[in-house]
């Protein structure tokens, strides 16, 4: 059964901390995505890789980074986190070519 | 810009009623997924649709892509409460995957 671990369900953070937010997969996927989910607002994508040391802007990249040392563990880090970071952030993988995406359970990130 | 409209936002049903969310864009799409989101938690892969006209069937659910390959329509039989969720669709226009905002779901027992 195909997997997307994420390391953290729930967490809480104070403002200016630099927090990481771990992802593992266990399919041999090419393709890892980070989204954040808010109200209203939809899934947002963050950063996204293609391969191993290739990371990629998406939509809303400001206050994070990510790191892809190990094709199964993708990671995003805040770097200092700020409140309207708050939110439930989503690891996703996917194959090359139309084959959708597998998520992870999510972590629901709050910033105070 | 949204590339993904989905429609209605939310739905508030009965149970046992059928419902009809709708997922549209102005691209021909390659692939059309749907996905289902308990609240809270992450989502779960229902169904990919590619070709023009294809219907998938999974228990009391059927979702459809219609032949322009631009629209796609989820509908529920029968609703539980084990339907409630969020459903979002999700799409392929060959050089990038969109979301759609997704559609909140309450089944009134």
């Known amino acids: 059964d195909v997997k997307v671990t994420q390391s953290s369900r729930y967490l809480v953070k104070r403002t200016g901390e630099k927090v990481f937010l771990e992802c593992v997969q266990d399919m041999d996927h090419e393709n890892m995505f980070w989204y954040r989910q808010d109200p209203g607002l939809g899934l947002r994508l963050i950063y996204f890789?293609?391969?191993?040391?290739?990371?990629e802007k998406g939509d809303i990249p400001e206050g994070y980074s990510v790191s892809r040392e190990k094709k199964e563990r993708f990671s995003l880090i805040l770097e200092s986190a700020s409140t309207n970071q708050t939110s439930m952030y989503l690891c996703a993988s996917s194959r090359t070519g139309l084959w959708g995406y597998t998520f992870g359970s999510g972590t629901r990130l709050t910033v105070v | 810009s949204q590339e993904l409209e989905q429609s209605p936002q939310s739905l508030i049903v009965q149970e046992g009623k059928n419902l009809t969310i709708n997922c549209t864009s102005s691209?021909?799409?390659?692939?059309l997924y749907w996905y289902k989101q308990k609240y809270g938690e992450g989502l779960i892969f229902l169904m990919m649709?590619?070709?023009?006209?294809e219907e998938k069937s999974h228990e009391k659910i059927t979702a459809k892509l219609d032949e322009k390959k631009q629209q796609s329509s989820l509908h529920i039989t029968a609703s539980q409460p084990s339907h409630a969720g969020i459903y979002l669709c999700g799409a392929d226009t060959g050089n990038q995957f969109y979301f759609g905002t997704g559609t909140s779901l309450t089944v009134i027992p």
């Open positions: 890789s293609y391969d191993v040391k290739m990371k």
């Open positions: 691209k021909t799409l390659y692939g």
């Open positions: 649709l590619q070709k023009g006209g």
